[in-house]
């Protein structure tokens, strides 16, 4: 195993680095740039219809002078100072060395358009997202786990039906619809007040004491959360259910059956260890969906400030620093998880081992 986890951690870098040139290019190819998108408040210009104009006709490729049709009018040395700002005047090969230079040393530099470094916006909004994502994967694994172990054990009953029918229901349900529900049903939208429409918490949650913190607390993440879980719970469940339904259909489970042993005796002491590990194989994908891609329509309608919103808002406004600074935090923190998640195979089950692979 230890050979292994140094395979793993010697390839991280060598995956970033592909992830991150991919990226670059296609970034290169991308109609529009945060040139563009100054040169358009300054023409007093949405950027959509400047990427708009400036991506099209042959001449925005053929040539420097026309480089950015939506600058006409715009005084030439702005439109190079600009692209010094930027580090547009350098070529992209050594913008992108410069970049991973960078990074190596997990400098993240600065966003084009606010002054603060990438580093400091991540963490400014981190907090958000792992409230949300963390919170979010632990209810649906509460949830999740046990419902899919009675539903394998009730494999066709009444409450195997029932429950089907429910998960269906559920992730057939858009996150973001469920959340427009919530909040007509439980914010103030049309009946109840229940909860804050909001925010992660109250405007005077500095001056409270820590019991009412922690209520406040609560109280803001309970719809956001809920709207995550509905989402996120049903294909777990399914997948709980159906491994746990491979192994007590297998022989060594008829045997221990046959020696006497109870039902729980048999699925909690030999089932549960190898019908969890599909499971615990699918943790990281969650937690980084939930901590990042999950969250981020529930950031906007909630109104939370979170990584996800944040990515989001980079690429509508081409702030190239924050999009490849979260993208190297995602992609360094999914490759840490899943190295985790093969680590903690290895625990459940010492049979296995990596390094014969």
Not at 164 to 190: K, R
Not at 256 to 285: C, D, E, T, W
Request: glycine share 8%; net charge neutral.
């Amino acid at each position: 195993m230890r050979n292994y986890i140094i395979k793993r951690i010697l390839l991280i870098p060598i995956t970033i680095l592909g992830i991150l040139a991919l990226n670059f290019v296609i970034v290169q190819f991308a109609p529009g740039g945060p040139v563009e998108h100054v040169l358009a408040q300054y023409r007093g210009m949405n950027t959509e219809t400047t990427g708009a104009i400036s991506g099209s006709g042959a001449a925005y490729m053929e040539s420097r002078a026309d480089k950015y049709q939506g600058a006409s009018g715009v005084p030439e040395d702005l439109i190079k100072e600009l692209e010094k700002q930027f580090g547009f005047d350098k070529p992209a090969y050594v913008r992108f060395y410069k970049m991973v230079k960078d990074y190596a040393s997990f400098n993240l530099g600065k966003s084009f358009y606010q002054d603060k470094t990438v580093g400091q916006l991540i963490i400014e909004r981190m907090p958000v997202s792992i409230s949300l994502g963390l919170w979010s994967t632990l209810i649906i694994y509460i949830i999740a786990i046990p419902l899919g172990i009675k539903k394998a054990v009730c494999d066709g009953s009444k409450f195997d039906v029932v429950t089907s029918f429910m998960v269906v229901i559920g992730s057939a349900i858009p996150v973001f619809l469920f959340a427009v529900f919530l909040i007509v049903f439980f914010a103030g939208g049309t009946y109840l007040s229940w909860f804050p429409l909001s925010g992660l918490t109250s405007d005077d949650w500095e001056n409270m004491s820590w019991g009412k913190k922690i209520v406040d607390y609560f109280w803001h993440i309970t719809l956001p959360v809920t709207a995550m879980v509905v989402g996120g719970f049903a294909s777990l469940t399914m997948l709980t259910k159906n491994s746990f339904l491979d192994e007590i259909n297998k022989q060594y489970v008829l045997t221990a059956k046959a020696k006497g042993l109870s039902q729980n005796q048999v699925l909690y002491g030999h089932v549960f260890r190898n019908a969890m590990l599909i499971v615990i194989a699918g943790f990281p994908s969650l937690l980084i969906k939930m901590l990042f891609t999950g969250s981020l329509l529930i950031e906007v309608i909630f109104s939370l400030n979170g990584i996800g919103l944040l990515g989001y808002e980079a690429i509508m406004t081409r702030d190239y620093p924050v999009i490849f600074g979260t993208m190297y935090v995602f992609a360094l923190l999914g490759l840490i998880l899943k190295l985790i998640s093969d680590i903690t195979y290895c625990l459940i089950d010492p049979r296995i081992n990596f390094d014969a692979a």
